[in-house]
């Protein structure tokens, strides 16, 4: 069974990194740039692991850490510059 990932960010490259090196190692991968879209995704697809960027224009990947946890038990590694 495939495993999903998530990963919100605003840096385009780094997601690219990311997603072409979990995708090597078998992962689904799918990408959000901001909180707004991450939230849509959130509803439809139950994830394995999320990997958030802690600042972003959208707003603190914190507070969307409590939007995840009300909506499912997905782990959270946050990604920051902080």
Request: aromatic share 8%; glycine share 2%.
């Amino acid at each position: 069974m495939q495993k999903n990932i998530l990963i919100i960010d605003d840096d385009k490259r780094l997601r690219e990194l990311l997603k072409d090196y979990l995708e090597d190692k078998k992962f689904e991968v799918y990408l959000c740039e901001d909180f707004i879209d991450a939230k849509e995704i959130l509803s439809f697809i139950l994830f394995d692991l999320i990997i958030l960027d802690r600042m972003m224009p959208s707003g603190d990947g914190i507070n969307l850490i409590d939007f995840i946890k009300r909506n499912s038990n997905s782990p959270v590694i946050l990604l920051t510059a902080m």
